[in-house]
Every structure is written in structure tokens, then in C-alpha cells.
């Protein structure tokens, strides 16, 4: 079955830029989507359609794109965007949804 | 303003099927572009993308749950149903149901804008 692939972990200072990676085969033909899930709580939209950003998300999280990566920019990451976070898209042939294994980003 | 809450049973047996009710405010299955679906995560584990139904009907499951899996939406009463067949103590998890945008024919798997709190099922004998 389809997988994407993300990294366990990423770890940065306060104030530091954060990129989580996700990459699957089928990513440039289809839209990729960004969720951060703090502890005990239901995951929420940060990005959308690859890099747009749902009104309320800060500006410091941006989403792009580069052949079959796609990767979550967090710039001057700030402790309260201590969570995981979750890419999802379509499989290979666009008929079914997939997750990443998820990325646990910690503020040193 | 869009609100989602899942509701049915916290403890399932092994073999039985689980029936889980998605009640939804602030739109309508009826308005194009609109979709709602079914997220699960096990406690301590990854999202699990299950299933997900639009507007008109169209209906797309995972493939590795698809032969356990049946979405249905009852449009007058803003209810989504999933119900998930012959469970396993594996099938522990939290269940989330959440709105979805339709974004074209090129790209008919969405996203989840809106979610409900999700629901603790857990499958023991």
C-alpha cells in the first residue's frame, strides 16, 4: 500500500527555523496537507493545498513543495508549536487518503 | 460555525461491529464540494486516514479496511454512520470524524478542516 514518509523527530531552539519533510511517489500529483496535534487534542489544519494557510494559522508556518518531497517550514518556531505533526494525500491513483507516520517537533 | 461530535460505543467486543455516528452543525451534505470523513489513532500511534463520503454519494475507504468499512450519510438529519465489522482488540483507538473540501477532479481526496474531539473505542473481551 501507499506510504509517506516523514522523519520521527526534529528537534530546534527557540526562535530557529523548523522543516519537517514528507515525501511520497504520488506527491506532485496531488495536494498535500499539514496537521499539528498537540497532546490529548484533535489535530488541526495548518496548511492546505500544498503552501496556503487557513485564516487563524501564524504566518510562520508555510508548506512547499520539490518533486516528491514536500516539506513544512515553521520559521522562528516558538515553544507553544512544540507537537506532532502529520502530512496526508492520495494515494497513487488519487481514490484514497493517506497520513504520514507523523513528526514529533521538540522546542530545546 | 462548524461543530463535529462522534458518538457510539466506548467498549466493543472482539468479532462484534462497531457502529459510530458523526453529528455535524453549520453545513450541509447537500452542498457541493463538501465531504465528511473517518480518522482513527490508536493510543500513542499515528492518524490512520478510514474513509470518507461527499456530497453526491461518492464514498472512498482504505484500501486495507475497505472489506470492514461502510460510510453512510444521512443528509436531513446532518449524521455521518461508519460501521466497522468483525473488531479486534488492534481496532483501539481514538476515532475522529471531520469536515472535508472537495478540490476538483484532479484531486478528489481533500482535507479535514474541521474535526470533532474523537472518541475512545476500545476492543476487548
Known amino acids: 500500500s501507499y506510504e509517506l514518509t516523514q522523519p520521527p523527530s526534529v528537534s530546534v531552539s527557540p526562535g530557529q527555523t523548523a522543516r519537517i519533510t514528507c515525501s511520497g511517489d504520488a506527491l506532485p500529483k496531488y495536494y498535500t496537507y499539514w496537521y499539528q496535534q498537540r497532546p490529548g487534542q484533535a489535530p488541526v489544519l495548518v496548511i492546505y493545498?500544498?503552501?496556503e494557510r487557513p485564516s487563524g494559522i501564524p504566518e510562520r508556518f508555510s508548506g512547499s513543495s520539490s518533486g516528491t518531497s514536500v516539506t513544512l517550514t515553521i520559521c522562528g518556531v516558538q515553544a507553544e508549536d512544540e507537537a506532532d505533526y502529520y502530512c496526508q494525500s492520495a494515494d497513487s491513483s488519487g481514490t484514497y487518503g493517506v497520513f504520514g507516520g507523523g513528526t514529533k517537533l521538540t522546542v530545546l | 460555525q462548524i461543530t463535529l461530535k462522534e458518538s457510539g460505543p466506548t467498549l466493543v467486543k472482539p468479532t462484534q461491529t462497531l457502529t459510530l455516528t458523526c453529528t455535524f452543525s453549520g453545513f450541509s451534505l447537500s452542498t457541493r464540494a463538501v465531504g465528511v470523513g473517518w480518522i482513527r489513532q490508536p493510543p500513542g500511534k499515528a492518524l490512520e486516514w478510514l474513509a470518507l463520503?461527499?456530497?453526491?454519494?461518492?464514498?472512498r475507504y482504505s484500501p486495507s479496511l475497505k472489506s470492514r468499512l461502510t460510510i453512510t450519510k444521512y443528509t436531513s438529519k446532518n449524521q455521518v454512520v461508519l460501521t466497522m465489522a468483525n473488531m479486534d482488540p488492534m481496532d483501539t483507538a481514538t476515532y475522529f470524524c471531520?469536515?472535508?473540501?472537495?478540490?476538483?477532479?484532479?484531486?478528489?481526496?481533500?482535507?479535514?478542516?474541521?474535526w470533532g474531539q474523537g472518541t475512545l473505542v476500545t476492543v476487548s473481551s
Open positions: 463520503i461527499y456530497w453526491d454519494d461518492d464514498k
Open positions: 493545498k500544498d503552501s
Open positions: 471531520a469536515h472535508s473540501n472537495y478540490y476538483g477532479v484532479g484531486n478528489q481526496i481533500g482535507d479535514f478542516d474541521y
